[in-house]
């Protein structure tokens, strides 16, 4: 497993308002939270764009999922997504989870058979969250990225 | 707080006709990265509604704590420790 951020619980929650805090007054309204189960944090961050009682046309959703590890909060996996209003309607996400970071790319008009995408590993929610924001902006599109896996076409029976 | 349509962006000038300022003024907050907004294109700007909350009413623009689902939880940790353990033990 890739090393991931390590924090106390006291930098743990921290980060959790600072995110929040980071993250408000940019793209939408920001709620946010965790939940935990003995040894593992899930934080999720949402940011409803634009929100304010407005229809949504894009969500963010931001989870990342913390183990305790050697007496810190490690970060084992993250989840970073957009979502296109209403779904399906688009959809892009950086992932980091079953070791390993990838691209999720779905564009309801080129529909493909797979859609996962090779993707690098990073420590940066905000650039995630620019990146994103920036998509949900000017459109999904999945060109030029390149398949995990090759998935064959579906034979005719 | 200030009575406004809220709409998802805001141009420059209309920014600045909400708050009475010149839109000079909005633009130079822009260039020195006091006030939000996603480039468009090289002078063109567009506000999101976040931003103009932000400015207009920061406690209702305040990020909201929220309860967050507990569900799923424990499968999550028993995959998690399980690739852990399996990158560690060789």
Redo the contacts between chains.
Sequence with gaps: ?RAGRRLTTHQYDQRLDEI??A??????????????????R?L??AVD??????PS?ATLVFIE?H?W?DGAWEM??YLYDLHLEPRPHGRYAFHWH??VPHRHCVDPSLPQPDHHYEGAFFDDIGWAATEL??IA?AGISCRGLRPVREVPEPKDA | MIEFEKKPFYSPPEFAALIGVDPSTVLDWIHRDQLFALHLGPKTYRIPLAAVMRRLDPEASRPKRVPISARGLAADARRVRRRALATTVK
Aim: aromatic residues 12%.
């Design positions: 497993m929040a805090d993250f408000s007054g940019l793209f939408g309204e920001v709620t946010y939270g965790h939940a935990e189960f003995e040894d593992l899930k999720r961050l764009i634009p929100g304010y009682g407005l046309v999922r183990l590890s084992a996996e079953d070791l924001a920036t902006g």
